[in-house]
Every structure is written in C-alpha cells, then in structure tokens.
C-alpha cells in the first residue's frame, strides 16, 4: 500500500482456520440444522492491524496516511473506472465499501460460536505470524 488508509475504521477479525474449525464443529452438533453463526472474535482497526504487519514483518508502515475524505474520493474514481472497464477497482475500494467503512465499521459479536461450538479464537497476531511467514518461504 502506497499510504495508510482507514485508520481509525474498525473491523472484526479471525483467523481462517478457525473458520474452519466453527464450521466443522457447526455441522458436527446435533440438533443445530438452520442454526448461525457470525465468526469472528476481534475487534480491531486498520491502524492495529497496520501496526502489527509491521512489527512482525519489519517492514515498516507508509510515512503517509490518507484522510477518509480523500480515501472516499479516491474510491468514488476507481469505481466509476470499474463501471467503465467491467473489472472490480483495484485493491477492493469500492466507493460503497469505503463509505460503509467509514461510517460503520464492520464489528459483530462472534461470542456465540465460543459459547454453543466450544472454539477459542485463535489471537490475531499470531495469525498474522503464521501468514507473513507463509510468504517468506
């Protein structure tokens, strides 16, 4: 990424193989046919998760961070280049994703999966461990 973007805009993350597990155990349990399950069990922004790539990784963040108003522009341009071109805008930024983002979040409460499946979320930085040394080898 060329700068920092949607800093302060939070999200909840999990670990893909604890996806898995949840959905193992979801069709593992009896009696649970037609039952859901949001799955997920961290809150954390943009910024967080910036910030721990980076000090995983050693790389370091862009010096730059965008403000949203200008991420929001930015998003508006590249989906009206999508319209035109028939391909999804680069890097995701779709001016209706970025103004969700910015106005809401995308933070839900996965607590149900850990009471009815019995799954402890896996801690986000050690997925991002894992991740960051997939790509090293």
């Known amino acids: 990424m060329p700068a920092r973007v949607l800093e302060d805009s939070a999200r909840t993350w999990v670990y893909v193989k604890d996806v898995?597990?949840?959905?193992?155990?979801a069709l593992e349990?009896?009696?649970?046919e037609g039952e859901k399950y949001l799955v997920?069990?961290?809150a954390l922004t943009m910024g967080d998760i910036n910030r721990m790539v980076s000090e995983i990784s050693?790389?370091?963040l862009p010096r730059m961070t965008l403000p949203n108003s200008l991420v929001a522009a930015n998003a508006a341009l590249l989906t009206k280049l999508s319209d035109l071109?028939?391909?999804?805008p680069p890097l995701g930024m779709s001016a209706d994703q970025v103004r969700s983002m910015i106005e809401e979040g995308a933070v839900f409460d996965g607590s149900k999966v850990e009471r009815e499946l019995g799954l402890?979320?896996?801690?986000?930085?050690?997925a991002l461990?894992?991740?960051i040394a997939?790509?090293?080898r």
């Open 58 to 60: 050693g790389v370091p």
């Open 20 to 25: 898995a597990e949840a959905i193992v155990r």
């Open 120 to 126: 402890t979320y896996t801690p986000i930085r050690e």
């Open 29 to 32: 349990k009896e009696g649970n």
């Open 134 to 136: 997939s790509y090293r």
């Open 129 to 131: 461990e894992e991740e």
């Open 85 to 88: 071109t028939k391909r999804p």
């Open 40 to 42: 997920g069990g961290h």
